[in-house]
């Protein structure tokens, strides 16, 4: 174990990391109070002592799926003494015909299950062209000796092959498919160290995907397709989303509180200091937010994308100064409360259920906006967003396109979400084609990229 453990360091020293005398002697200690055999304790056991930084940990993972597996792979062939024996023939063949140089022997040393010369070769290639001189031709030397290293890698394969052949008679073809495959190993072993391939272990490390690009995945699905597990994933990247861009509204809103700058007074102060603008003057004033009135589609035909929609609300109520949310089917009901007295999967719940509204009626675009001028035009001013969030499929009934421009005229800008796919907005019993020619701006959102993006651009 010691003499083992002694070669792993001065390959992994060779590679680059630094590990100490006196850590590989505590290392020696502990393998003591521990099974070696249980490869969890024994692969910790190194780590803890000889990786002390995320650089050190990928390449010590690296370096130990090398040495005792890639290296370790059919080391039973040493357990026959004839297979010995051949081995040391096709070395002595190796050494044979093929140079002496630097590059071969730490080749045939690698071959042999010792990768410390190899690694410390290609160690010194990386760290060629490191100095702060670059010019035409650079990098070229490392790649030169890169070409040569794998031409030999290639020779030495080839030399294998050719004495296995001459002596097809005199080994048995089972043993020597043994061995072409353990020196076949060790040679793919070490052209996957010199074009930069990793290890399996880390190769595996590499191409995780992160929850990002998970995300992003997820992203594209439509609405109408997601699992139970995806659903409540989108509802964590919508409220994380939120939340960043709370935090940076809540930011640039604590720096206006001071007010925004008056360059004019702070240009005649500067009068005072020979033109240097020592003090800064603000405006008292600071920017206020606007508000936001919602009116949601909760029929059938976006049932499923509606929930989506109503987590947005939730989730907007402390970016804006006032959200005002209602829901539709033919007439339409405030919900605004649900969101403010329940947390969000609750508050959705009851706006799904509770609300009083026919939720099973024919959908009528026109009597909601008849209800909502009636009751609630008040509320719309200049400082007001108005987004309609809905697939505009009225069942053939009056769309009252005039009530909608009168809600355009009072507000700042009205913004419709159709969680439709585009190609189905003007067939049917689809208005979309009479609301898109009197909103500012008509968008498609039946996915989650298309929410988020939307939530960034209304927020920010």
Wanted: hydrophobic share 35%; glycine share 6%; aromatic share 8%.
């Amino acid at each position: 174990m010691q003499n083992l453990i002694l070669k792993f360091v001065t390959s992994a020293r060779a590679a680059g990391l630094r590990i100490s005398t006196s850590e590989t002697l505590d290392c020696l200690n502990q393998l003591q109070h521990i099974d070696p055999l249980k490869e969890s304790q024994f692969s910790r056991t190194l780590r803890a002592n000889f990786a002390k930084s995320h650089r050190d940990q990928r390449l010590f993972n690296h370096l130990y799926d090398l040495f005792f597996h890639e290296l370790r792979v059919n080391e039973n062939l040493s357990a026959s003494e004839k297979i010995s024996h051949i081995k040391k023939e096709i070395s002595t063949q190796l050494k044979a015909e093929l140079n002496s140089s630097s590059a071969m022997t730490a080749i045939f040393d690698f071959l042999d299950g010792d990768p410390a010369n190899y690694l410390n070769l290609l160690r010194q290639i990386e760290s060629e062209g490191t100095g702060t001189t670059r010019g035409f031709g650079y990098g070229f030397g490392g790649m030169v000796r890169r070409l040569d290293i794998m031409l030999a890698i290639n020779r030495a394969g080839a030399s294998v092959s050719q004495f296995l052949s001459k002596n097809r008679t005199r080994i048995h073809w089972e043993t020597r498919q043994d061995i072409e495959t353990h020196y076949q190993q060790r040679l793919n072993s070490a052209l996957k160290l010199l074009t930069g391939n990793r290890s399996p272990g880390a190769h595996r490390h590499r191409i995780r995907k992160s929850y990002d690009r998970h995300l992003g995945k997820l992203g594209e699905t439509a609405f109408t397709s997601l699992t139970k597990k995806e659903v409540q994933e989108m509802r964590d990247a919508i409220r994380a989303l939120v939340r960043k861009l709370k935090d940076t509204v809540t930011l640039r809103y604590a720096v206006y509180a001071r007010g925004v700058l008056d360059v004019k007074k702070t240009l005649r102060k500067a009068a005072q200091y020979q033109g240097l603008p020592i003090e800064i003057v603000y405006r008292k004033k600071p920017p206020r937010r606007g508000k936001i009135v919602v009116l949601c589609d909760v029929s059938g035909s976006v049932w499923s994308s509606a929930k989506f929609m109503l987590n947005m609300l939730y989730s907007l109520q402390e970016c804006f100064t006032k959200v005002r949310s209602f829901i539709f089917v033919s007439g339409l009901d405030e919900v605004s409360h649900f969101f403010e007295d329940h947390d969000v999967d609750q508050a959705i719940d009851r706006v799904m259920s509770d609300a009083d509204i026919a939720y099973d009626a024919s959908t009528d675009y026109g009597q909601t906006l008849r209800e909502f001028k009636a009751d609630y035009m008040d509320i719309l001013n200049k400082k007001t967003t108005l987004i309609i969030i809905g697939d505009g499929r009225s069942n053939y009934t009056n769309p009252e396109a005039g009530i909608l421009n009168e809600m355009r005229e009072k507000c700042r800008r009205v913004l419709w979400l159709n969680p439709e796919t585009e190609v189905f907005w003007y067939s049917g019993d689809s208005e979309m084609n009479t609301y898109q020619a009197i909103c500012h701006e008509v968008r498609p959102c039946g996915n989650l990229n298309q929410l988020m993006a939307f939530i960034r651009e209304l927020i920010l």
